[in-house]
């Protein structure tokens, strides 16, 4: 296939992507194949000649598709979103087309100075204050990674990068067990060790992190002579979407000069709405922030906006120039692949820039809040079901339940029993999540293009598929 056979298969994908997201409440939402169905229709070697474009397609919608998960379903209720809009997605095949490396500004300055705008537009939007500037990562997990680096250079006065850690004291992060487990990867590739990711009880509905007990563990480490270096807290955690009380813990951070992350991946993006600023209250003094609008907002994986109160300490922990990366004569610029561990960057702000005009920050907006109004309704109608009981209140869109009918034993089985099932039948797709012990189910709405009646087949299917049991 050359570029000149391009528009003819670019029109055929495009009609093919049409077509996908017309039918897609015809499909199941979980993939229904069984483990290696898959691999097995999969030659095992390449080939040696070449194909042609039509077989490979023919091959795509045979093989590939029955072992998708369609995770742009309406009635996708699992996990957290991962939205991808149609503006956005343009945007991505333009990027494709164009496959511009954007490590440094002269590598492609549009893709730098985009990000730049683009960062501070999802600034203004958020209500963060103008103190703070972001950068666009390949994932939260990413942002947690160079948060954790830059809090362990500071603490240790920038010399862990150049000495390793085996002749300092041992430092400490402090988090609840609510945060996501991005943080204890980070903890261990930094080179800090699980067992200084010390975890901080959490008390009120919110889960917040207690802050007396915070000081009290901050306080004992010093008089241990260990080195207390970072807070990392976090607004919508993953499993029931606790919530730090983050003035209240960052006052405790403040008082011991700690670096604090703020880990908002999925529920920062709620915060383009103001009513929902309470949950994060305080935010405008940590030192790191991360969301994902790849989750909620409709830019599709990858795209993740990292927001930093000082680019200074962030470019001394990660920026590194060879000969080869000097960029003479362009004095002022940003290189923002000194903001992040890997050096190659694609041009993601492009994807931002298509979706803020393509929706407005109205429309986003209005998606949002229908998502959190029609969960909440849902989450009532559980509540008021005599079989059933919600566990965890809503946290904007996202609630934990449990099907609790009279006289049943062993609730944990009956309610994996019930996600299978649900899964296999295939109209709606949700997951569990374990909270004090007891298995649950998670229901979180936010797909792009879901509806109301959506949300409300995800209870009929439910009442339906639990009174089969
Ligand atoms: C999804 C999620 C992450 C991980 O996000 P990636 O972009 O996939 O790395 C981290 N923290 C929270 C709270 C999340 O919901």
């Not at 990674?145 to 004291?169: C, F, H, I, Y």
């Not at 994902?292 to 930093?308: C, E, R, Y």
């Not at 993601?348 to 109205?362: E, I, M, T, V």
């Amino acid at each position: 296939m050359r570029w000149s056979d391009f528009p003819k298969w670019g029109k055929w994908a495009a009609d093919w992507a049409a077509n996908y997201h017309a039918t897609l409440r015809d499909r199941p939402v979980r993939a229904q194949t069984k483990p290696g169905e898959i691999a097995a229709q999969l030659p095992a070697s390449p080939p040696d000649a070449p194909q042609p474009i039509e077989d490979i397609l023919a091959d795509f919608e045979r093989i590939v598709m029955p072992g998708m998960t369609h995770w742009q379903h309406p009635r996708f209720f699992a996990y957290f979103p991962s939205n991808a809009s149609p503006a956005a997605v343009l945007a991505d095949n333009l990027i494709a087309a164009t496959s511009a490396q954007c490590m440094l500004w002269q590598t492609s300055p549009a893709a730098t100075e985009m990000e730049t705008r683009m960062m501070d537009w999802l600034r203004q939007a958020l209500g963060l204050p103008q103190g703070f500037h972001g950068v666009i990562q390949d994932s939260a997990s990413s942002a947690t990674l160079a948060a954790v680096l830059t809090m362990r250079e500071r603490a240790l006065n920038w010399d862990g990068n150049k000495s390793g850690l085996p002749s300092q004291k041992p430092l400490r992060i402090y988090a609840s067990a609510e945060v996501h487990t991005s943080i204890d990867r980070a903890i261990w590739i930094a080179g800090i060790g699980e067992a200084n990711l010390v975890r901080i009880p959490t008390t009120g509905p919110l889960r917040s992190m207690d802050p007396v007990a915070l000081k009290a563990a901050i306080e004992a480490d010093r008089a241990a002579g260990l080195l207390p270096a970072g807070l990392i807290a976090c607004t919508g955690g993953t499993g029931t979407g606790a919530c730090d009380d983050i003035a209240a813990v960052l006052d405790v951070a403040e008082e011991f000069n700690l670096y604090t992350h703020v880990d908002a991946a999925w529920a920062g993006s709620a915060m383009i709405c103001p009513e929902f600023r309470d949950l994060w209250q305080g935010v405008d003094r940590a030192d790191s922030v991360v969301l994902n609008p790849h989750k909620w907002l409709g830019t599709q994986f990858d795209l993740s906006a990292h927001f930093v109160r000082s680019p200074e300490d962030l470019t001394r922990t990660l920026a590194i120039q060879p000969e080869y990366l000097k960029t003479h004569g362009a004095d002022g610029i940003i290189n923002y692949s000194e903001w992040s561990v890997p050096l190659g960057r694609r041009f993601r702000a492009l994807k931002l820039w298509f979706l803020l005009r393509a929706y407005g920050l109205d429309g986003l907006r209005n998606m949002i809040r229908n998502h959190v109004t029609w969960s909440q309704a849902l989450a009532e109608k559980f509540r008021a079901h005599p079989d059933f009981e919600i566990v965890t209140d809503p946290v904007l869109s996202l609630f934990t339940f449990r099907f609790a009918p009279q006289g049943a034993d062993n609730l944990d089985d009956l309610n994996l029993s019930l996600v299978n099932a649900l899964n296999n039948d295939g109209r709606i797709y949700i997951t569990q999540t374990r909270t004090d012990g007891k298995l649950v189910i998670r229901f979180q709405a936010g797909q792009f293009d879901a509806t109301e009646d959506d949300i409300a087949t995800a209870y009929d299917v439910i009442t339906e598929i639990a009174a089969s049991l």
